[in-house]
Nanobody
Framework: VQLQASGGGLVQAGGSLRLSCAAS????????MGWFRQAPGKEREFVAT????????NYADSMKGRFTISRDNAKNTVYLQMNSLKPEDTAVYYC?????????????????WGQGTLVTVSS
């Protein structure tokens, strides 16, 4: 199983980025997908999750209204659209796959993880 995250980079505060995570080696459409992030010196934290059919999503409070998670099961890809970025959004962003059929916010509920993509937001 491989989860390949991409789309990170350097952006100014207030800008936008779209992260992608391409999955292979698993029945992608059967998995709930999530995004997590880890800032330097901090623990990994939940960002967003989307169920296997895309019908249910959940976001961390600080991301609501700014971030949007979506998926394209035909392309085995999950996305994270990030708008109104802030310097505190700077982190390595990870995608992950969970065998659960409901949204999951706990990292321990995810069984496959990607390698991460770095997002840096300058002030």
């Amino acid at each position: 199983v491989q989860l390949q995250a991409s789309g990170g980079g350097l952006v100014q505060a207030g800008g936008s980025l779209r992260l992608s995570c391409a999955a292979s080696g698993l029945a992608f459409s059967s998995y709930t997908m999530g995004w997590f992030r880890q800032a330097p010196g901090k623990e990994r934290e939940f960002v967003a999750t989307i169920t296997w059919y895309g019908g249910r999503t959940n976001y961390a409070d600080s991301m609501k209204g700014r971030f949007t998670i979506s998926r394209d099961n035909a392309k085995n890809t999950v996305y994270l659209q990030m708008n109104s970025l802030k310097p505190e959004d700077t982190a390595v962003y990870y995608c992950a796959a969970s065998g659960s059929q409901i949204p999951q916010v706990a990292a321990g509920r995810y069984i496959y993880w990607g390698q991460g993509t770095l997002v840096t937001v300058s002030s």
